[in-house]
């Protein structure tokens, strides 16, 4: 992964304006390092004692689906692949389109365990160039297809809790707001209209159906956002304030949200009280949490490539051994 994927909020607008070759696109809204203050009502920020003297717990059976970099000169590819928590080899769910390469990013699963929604950057063939788009594609590979049709600059879905429709960014003019569609690419609507030099990305859909948590992010910062799956423009802050917060996910149980925090992983209940940051190490870069089924365990992605697996409150983080730079990971089928 590298500096090639980890981008900021100004090299999002590179994915649609510059050649790729040198390919400081991708991956990037998910992988902003926003993080944010203080709740609203004020709850402090806390962290857990360190667990270093603590064995790592196992990482036991289950499968991750991520995105797996090829590295290169000119134009980065990644593929969607299924990855062991044992790192025992991978199996590939996408490849490059005929004639062009290709940098799938951001994959998560649907409800059913059967389809899997990334974006996919294309290589240009110009300047200008950048096609990136929402795809859906089963586990097995087969069936990948656009989620909408005509053109669009679209990054990181996510699914409803019944698997019936996906949330995302779209750039309207020269930012992003998010649209929901259904899982077949009917009923596009807007769902949040951001202010001026305000982009709104990387939504996560609650299981109760009700809310979406998203970063709302002007220039190097970022907050923690709530709104509702309809077209009503109302959006409420969750986290505001002095950190950079980003890329939150709901827990299974709808009790929790797990984000990144001035390039830490923390959790906080889903009100935004009870703030904790569960990873301190000052040197890493920690980016797109994502929940196990059952929220007992966390995955997450540091640069430059690696992946790591750690409990809620902070304990038994274990690296996930992975044979190429993992370019972000979430919880794959039954995990």
């Known amino acids: ?142 069936g990948i297809r656009p989620l909408t049709k005509g053109p669009a600059v679209e990054i990181a879905p996510s699914w409803s809790g019944d698997g019936g429709r996906i949330v995302f960014s779209r750039m309207v003019v020269k930012h992003l707001a998010l649209f929901v569609a259904n899982a077949d690419g009917s009923g596009l609507m807007q769902i949040t209209k951001p202010p001026k030099g305000v982009d709104d990305y990387d939504p996560s859909w609650a299981p109760d159906g009700d809310r979406i948590v998203f970063t709302r992010a002007r220039e190097d910062h970022g907050d923690l956002w709530i709104t509702k799956p309809d077209r009503s423009p109302v959006s409420k802050p969750l986290l505001v304030g002095e950190h950079d917060d980003s890329t939150p996910a709901w827990s299974p149980d709808g009790q929790r949200i797990v984000f990144v925090r001035d390039g830490h992983i923390a959790v906080a209940d889903g009100d935004g009280t009870n703030v904790r940051v569960i990873t301190d190490d000052p040197t890493a870069k920690d980016w797109r949490p994502s929940w196990s089924g059952d929220g007992s365990r966390i995955v997450f992605s540091r640069d430059p490539g690696e992946v790591f697996v750690v409990d809620p409150d902070g304990k038994n983080l274990t690296q996930v051994e992975m044979e190429e730079r993992a370019a972000g990971a979430t919880w794959g089928p039954g995990s």
Do not use: C, H, N
């Open 1 to 142: 992964m590298g500096a090639t994927s980890r981008i900021g909020r100004r090299t999002l607008a590179l994915a649609v304006a510059i050649p790729i070759a040198a390919f400081f696109v991708v991956f990037g809204v998910s992988l902003l390092a926003f993080s944010l203050d203080d709740d609203p009502a004020g709850a402090p920020t806390t962290k857990p004692k360190p667990t270093t003297d603590e064995p790592a717990r196992a990482l036991g059976e289950g499968i991750l689906v991520t995105s797996l970099e090829s590295q290169g000169t000119g134009f980065v590819t990644a593929t969607i692949a299924m990855v062991p928590l044992d790192g025992s080899g991978s199996e590939p769910i996408t490849s490059p389109p005929q004639g062009r390469g290709a940098y799938d990013a951001a994959p998560t699963l649907s409800p059913d365990d059967k389809t899997v929604a990334f974006w996919r950057v294309r290589e240009p063939r110009q300047r200008g160039d950048a096609d990136t788009r929402i795809y859906l594609v089963g586990v097995d590979g087969t």
